[in-house]
Structure formats: structure tokens, C-alpha cells
């Protein structure tokens, strides 16, 4: 028999762990939620996914993590990029860095001027503190006891303090609230923890409600396709423990499989530019030529030093008594390395004298080597990262096939600005870790090395070594039918096509100055807004008809 639901949510990350908390919440409403990957709440992953440093043990494996690829054009010599994508309860938000970033206002008035009403700051702001509990003073940008947990953690590495001194030093101030009205400045980061536990979108939303009657949680289950009969989707046809399946949607369809996934369901579907469908041969149900364009992504480029003082987290011979104790820190008092996300403290500038940050740093407390293993190897890195890229890439298909992964093609530096900014940033990170407050911590630098001095050796170096920032967006983008690559419009529904919306990253029409899944999480809060606002009015709308026919 097949099984039927009012709203069926795809992918239960930063967005759908959201969505089926607020939609369930209703009991009138049946909520089904499909996730590819296994619980987080079975041993031993739940150990994996609540350490702050468990994505160590996470990311390497193909059952947690979708092992996806960046394929790099001519600009980074044709480098191939590894793309960890969450594949679990919780998403990317059970194996990210756990930072909590909003972004600029300036950010959210760009959608708003790109034709999506209601996205302002002053709109998305009393969302952001709808979610959180913020473990901090009073402020008025801050909101208190909702699910995610934002604060600071209990212990920090000697190195963050020295590196924070050394910003200093070199002319930024200090900023412990990237959340305030001043967004440039270095400072400790708040993250997603709650007493120094990783506090991923599944712990804080989905598992409070997975005890509700009208949740119905999918685990290893593969969406292969959204149903579409005359313009409307009308469920999903799933695969699990090798057996298909249909489920029915007797409300709507809500895709939040992530900025990768979400279009390569839709283009599996028939959803999306019809070229590009019939060179995998599928047929195009409906035609939307933005599926998958307009991918954006935070460029980052980085500089590794050496740490002969070995305060940095390794797994060296000098620092095997400090590891031994590591384990009975954090069970004792959630403190240590265990407790640390290793990107401990960051912050942001401006390279362009516009006064607006378009760079961010991220500083790790250790190196970044081998994501199976921890570096044996002491030093210290600044990640850094364009905040709002100039080139932008695609997602497509490499075949029909639901179970073959997307191509994704970044295109990073196809526009020459982009490397302009990167270089500037990377003098000023240079500058910083230069300083006299590191001096007595720091080595020789690693990588890419002290002789490459000029923009030109800069530029080729840095293309050598450029990475992501784990941070794609805009593959389903948001924007009024006179866009010709938007593909949901400012409520999130998908142009052309009804009882079907997209909810996560994807749908920002320009990538966020930060970390993408605080943003995210109130992408998702809004629509189920949007979802329970039309809910209460056609459920009105009937009322008064069925009232009407009463008394004719």
C-alpha cells in the first residue's frame, strides 16, 4: 500500500531537521522525513557526531559523508578537490567546523534588491533569534532559549590567545560578536555547541521531535525521483534496503538535500535546462534553465607554519602525554582537544577600502593533513577566504542515474578579480602571523612557502593550493519570473511547477559573507512559515465554503 503524507521532506540537515520540527509540531500534520544517510543517535556514530572533533572519524567514510568532488577548470590546473557533503542525520551540520556566522546585512539587502521581498535584514533578524539560545549577555541582535545553542567553548589552545594578540598588533580590534553591528575584526568564534558538544541541526530540532506520532523519519533511503503529474508534484519514489517505493504528498514536496543534491534531484526528475537533461538522456518534465547554474563558494587559499613550541593540537611524540589525558578531559569536564573544533577563532576584513569586509580568516590550531588521521606534525594555519566570489559555477548530471554523483564545477578564478582580493588577503594574514605575539610559537613558514613573494608567484602558488570553504549556494536560486536562472521565487516555490519547493542554500541568489548554515537554519524557519501561513488560510478558505454550500 502506498503511504501518503501531508509534506515530504528531502535531506535532514541544517534545513530539513528544522522543517520537520516546525511542521510536525502540528499534530494535525503528517510529516514525512527522508534521510540518504544513517541516524546519528546509534553507537557508534552518536559518539562520532556529538566530539566537536569527531568529523576526524567521519568524513573519511563513504556512509557518512557523500565523497563528492569539486572539478577544477584550466585556472586551477585542472585539480580535482575533495568535497565532503554530510550523509547522515544532521547533514553538513554533523561535520562542519560548528561556526555560527549570519553574515552582512549588506548581504540580505542584495536579495532583496535582487527581486525577493521579505529577505531584508530587518526581516530574516527576528528569525535568527527565533532559533537560538545565545549563552552570552543580553543584546538585542541575540535571542535566548530556542533549540540552538550558540556560545563560546569553556577552553581555548594557547595559540588562539597568541594569534588574536597578534591581529591586534597588527591594527584590527578585537570582535567577540560577529553577530553585532561591527562585522570586521578578529575574535573567538561562537559555535554550535552545548557544553562543549557538537550541537548539529539533528540534536538541536529533529531529535526532540522524533517522538511525535505524525513524524515519520526515512534512514538510508535514497529519493531517486520527484513525482510530477500535470504541473503538480505528488510525491517521491524511494529506495531502501534494495526496494522501491512511492510515497504520496498530499500537500507539497520540500527538496532541502543541499546545495549539490537539491539540483541534481531536480535535473533527475526532469526539472531544469532541457539541453543539458537530454544529454543524459531524460526527458524534461519542466524547463528551468537555472537548475544547477549560478554556483557560488567561498575560494579559499591558506598559510601553514611551522609550531616548534608544540602547542598545537599533533600527534607527535613531545605531545603523547598531553593526547593521553585529551580523552579524560572531555569526559570529565568537556575540555581539551576533544572539545576544540580546531577553528577556533577568525574574523574579517577589507581589502578594498570600502569599509565592508570581503575576506574572511579562519585560524586552525593545528595542520591540516590527512582527514583520517591527526597531523604528526606541529604548525598552525589562516584559512582564507573571498566572501563574495566574481566567477560562479554549475552542478550537472553525469548520468540518469540517482545513485552517480553530480559534476560540480566551481570555476573558481574564471574572473581575475577574485585572485586580486585572495592575494591581498593572504598579505594581510602573512602580516598578521608575522607579529611579535607569535614569535615565540612560530616557524618557518610551509606552505606555500616564504619565496613566494610577488603577486605573480603569489598567484601561481596560491592556484596551486586553493580549496573551498565547504560553503556552495545559489544552485536553486531564489528570484522573480523575469530572472531567467531563478528557480524558486521569494516563498520558495519552484517556478512552474505546484506543491513543490526547494528549502536550503541553494536558493540564496548570492552567497552569504560567512558560514552558510546558521543562514540556512532561518531559510528553513521562514518556510515553515510560509508553509503554515498558506496552510491556515486555505484551511479558512475551505471552512468558508463548506459554510457557503451549508446554507445555499
Known amino acids: 500500500m502506498t503511504r501518503s503524507f501531508d509534506y515530504i521532506v528531502i535531506g535532514s540537515g541544517s534545513a530539513g531537521s528544522v522543517l520537520a520540527n516546525r511542521l510536525s509540531a502540528d499534530p494535525a500534520i503528517s510529516v514525512a522525513l527522508i534521510e540518504a544517510g544513517p541516524s546519528d543517535r546509534k553507537w557508534p556514530v552518536n559518539i562520532k557526531t556529538i566530539m566537536p572533533v569527531g568529523n576526524i572519524f ?16 584550466k585556472s586551477i590546473d585542472g585539480r580535482v578537490i575533495g568535497f565532503p557533503r554530510g550523509k547522515l542525520f544532521g ?23 535582487a527581486g525577493n521581498r521579505g529577505w531584508g535584514w530587518e526581516d530574516v533578524l527576528p528569525v535568527f533569534k527565533r532559533l537560538e539560545n545565545y549563552h552570552g549577555p543580553d543584546k538585542p541582535w541575540h535571542g535566548k532559549g530556542a533549540e540552538l545553542d550558540v556560545e563560546k567553548p569553556a577552553s581555548f589552545n594557547p595559540i588562539t590567545a597568541a594569534i588574536l594578540d597578534a591581529a591586534e598588533q ?17 575574535g573567538r568564534y561562537d559555535l554550535n555547541q552545548r557544553r562543549g558538544t557538537r550541537l ?65 534531484l531536480l535535473m533527475l526528475s526532469g526539472i531544469g535546462d532541457r539541453d543539458v537533461l537530454a544529454a543524459v538522456n531524460l526527458e524534461t518534465v519542466h524547463e528551468l534553465p537555472g537548475v544547477g547554474a549560478h554556483l557560488e563558494d567561498h575560494p579559499t587559499v591558506h598559510i601553514a607554519v611551522e609550531n616548534p613550541s608544540g602547542e598545537s593540537y599533533a600527534n607527535s611524540r613531545a605531545a603523547l602525554p598531553r593526547n593521553a589525558l585529551a580523552p579524560f578531559q572531555y569526559l570529565l569536564k568537556r575540555e581539551g582537544m576533544f572539545a576544540s573544533n580546531v577553528a577556533e577563532c577568525g574574523g574579517f576584513v577589507c581589502t578594498d577600502g570600502s569599509g565592508r569586509p570581503d575576506i574572511q580568516m579562519t585560524f586552525l590550531v593545528g595542520l591540516k593533513g590527512n582527514a583520517r588521521v ?64 607569535l614569535a615565540a610559537m612560530r616557524g618557518n613558514e610551509i606552505e606555500p612557502g616564504a619565496e613566494h613573494v610577488s603577486d605573480e608567484d603569489l598567484d601561481k602558488a596560491l592556484r596551486r593550493i586553493v580549496n573551498t570553504a565547504y560553503h556552495p549556494t545559489g544552485t536553486c536560486k531564489m528570484g522573480p519570473p523575469t530572472d ?32 552558510t548554515s546558521a543562514p540556512t537554519m532561518m531559510i528553513a524557519q521562514r518556510a515553515a512559515d510560509f508553509i503554515l501561513e498558506e496552510r491556515k488560510v486555505q484551511g479558512a ?8 454550500e451549508l446554507h445555499s
Open 58 to 73: 567521519l568524513i573519511p567514510h563513504a556512509r557518512y559523508n557523500w565523497q563528492q568532488q569539486l572539478s577544477g577548470g
Open 91 to 113: 547533514g553538513c551540520s554533523a561535520i562542519n567546523g560548528g561556526v555560527y556566522i549570519r553574515g552582512q546585512e549588506e548581504d540580505y539587502a542584495g536579495w532583496v534588491q
Open 170 to 186: 597588527a591594527g584590527h580590534h578585537r570582535n567577540d560578536d560577529f553577530a553585532g553591528a561591527r562585522k570586521d575584526g578578529f
Open 200 to 264: 548539529s541541526a539533528a540534536r538541536a530540532f529533529l531529535h526532540p521531535a522524533m517522538g511525535r506520532a505524525n513524524l515519520t523519519v526515512f534512514e538510508e533511503t535514497l529519493v531517486r525521483r520527484i513525482l510530477i503529474e500535470d504541473g503538480r508534484a505528488t510525491g517521491v519514489e524511494i529506495e531502501r534496503e534494495g526496494r522501491r517505493e512511492v510515497l504520496n504528498a498530499d500537500g507539497e514536496v520540500l527538496v532541502s538535500a543541499g546545495t549539490t543534491n537539491s539540483p541534481h
Open 374 to 437: 591527526v597531523p604528526s606534525d606541529h604548525g598552525f594555519m589562516a584559512l582564507i577566504q573571498l566572501l563574495r566570489p566574481n566567477s560562479q559555477g554549475r552542478v550537472r548530471l553525469a548520468s540518469n542515474r540517482p545513485e552517480d554523483k553530480p559534476i560540480i564545477e566551481p570555476n573558481f578564478f574564471d574572473d581575475p578579480r577574485d585572485m586580486a582580493t585572495l592575494i591581498a588577503g593572504f598579505r594581510e594574514a602573512r602580516r598578521i602571523f608575522g607579529q611579535p605575539a
Open 484 to 515: 531567467p536562472l531563478a528557480v524558486v521565487d521569494e516563498r520558495l516555490r519552484v517556478h512552474g511547477v505546484k506543491g513543490l519547493r526547494v528549502i536550503d542554500a541553494s536558493v540564496m541568489p548570492s552567497i552569504v559573507s560567512g558560514n
Open 541 to 548: 478558505a475551505r471552512a468558508r465554503g463548506a459554510e457557503t
